[in-house]
């Protein structure tokens, strides 16, 4: 019996099979999790329905994380399909393509910081309140995704690492918030995997070698390294564990200073 047996989970974010809330989706569908999947609009809805077959799951939300409306139809219609609700995974993100270029001063416009925020960062927290009634009694956990470049400046990242930021302390607060009520908060800042967001950060190959090279374990992150983790942090093995930012990056943010591997030894 995998470690999510009896557990509901709603899996926000898929896009592909190469969306990192796929992997997160197939590692919980292994450990026992039952599935619900959202789709953001009906373009991503025939690319979603056949992967949430393959896992069993037929239960397919619409869901624009920009819309309270939405937010509250999604969970209306949840709530009529499952009584109660264990783990949401949040693995959405979203800025203006030209934002994620070249200078942060320069390109970092009101329209764009708003809207990187809004789907981003508040989403999570629209998304808590919508699943808190839901997880009443129940031992619920939230899980977000995020990125270094919420801590460190990363080339091209720019107004996405500052909405990371306010992701990550969002995590902090909304497990202080939810805590007493057994719901767990927290948040994995994966390695750069090539995703289609991945796709609009410029420069991003380049994020990949450099992570491999210079990361202890030489590698890049798959999608099971963070499927295997997330599902490891919504599951009751995790029971002690809230308000945290867990990197799932080969090691890559604990390094100081890496030669290239060419000239080590
Ligand atoms: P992805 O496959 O493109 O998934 C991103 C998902 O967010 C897509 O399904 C996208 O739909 C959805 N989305 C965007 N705006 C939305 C909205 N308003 N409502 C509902 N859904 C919306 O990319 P990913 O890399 O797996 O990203 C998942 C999460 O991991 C993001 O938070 C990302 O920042 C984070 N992350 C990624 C990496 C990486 O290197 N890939 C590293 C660390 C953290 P559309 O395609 O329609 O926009």
Redesign the pocket.
């Known amino acids: 019996m995998g470690f999510l047996a009896g557990k509901r989970a709603l899996i926000?974010?898929?896009?592909?099979d190469?969306?990192?809330?796929w992997g997160i989706a197939q590692a919980m569908h292994r450990e026992g999790a039952e599935l619900a999947f959202s789709y953001?609009?009906d373009r991503?809805k025939e690319r979603v329905e056949p992967l949430a077959q393959s896992l069993g799951s037929s239960l397919l939300l619409p869901?624009?994380?920009?819309s309270d409306e939405q937010i509250d139809s999604a969970f209306a219609l949840l709530r009529r399909q499952w009584t109660h609700l264990d783990i949401v995974v949040h693995?959405?993100?979203?800025a203006p393509r030209e934002a994620l270029t070249g200078s942060y001063v320069d390109n970092t416009s009101r329209d764009a910081f708003r809207a990187a925020h809004e789907?981003?960062s508040y989403s999570l927290t629209a998304l808590a309140r919508a699943a808190r009634p839901l997880m009443q009694g129940r031992a619920g956990a939230l899980l977000t995704?995020?990125?270094l470049g919420a801590v460190r400046s990363i080339p091209n990242y720019n107004v996405m690492g500052v909405a990371k930021a306010s992701l990550e302390a969002s995590v902090r607060f909304l497990s202080a918030d939810l805590g007493p009520q057994g719901i767990r908060v927290n948040a994995i800042s994966?390695g750069?995997?090539k995703?289609?967001?991945?796709a609009g950060i410029a420069g991003f190959r380049r994020m990949l070698s450099q992570v491999a090279a210079a990361a202890p374990l030489r590698r890049n992150v798959t999608l099971e390294d963070v499927g295997n983790a997330a599902a490891f942090l919504c599951s009751d093995l995790a029971a002690g564990i809230t308000g945290e930012i867990l990197y799932v990056d080969a090691g890559f943010s604990t390094v100081g200073m890496s030669f290239a591997a060419e000239s080590e030894g």
């Open positions: 926000v974010g898929v896009a592909t190469r969306s990192i809330a953001q609009n991503l869901l624009d994380v920009g693995a959405v993100a979203n789907v981003s995704l995020t990125y994966a750069p995997v995703t289609l967001a991945a």
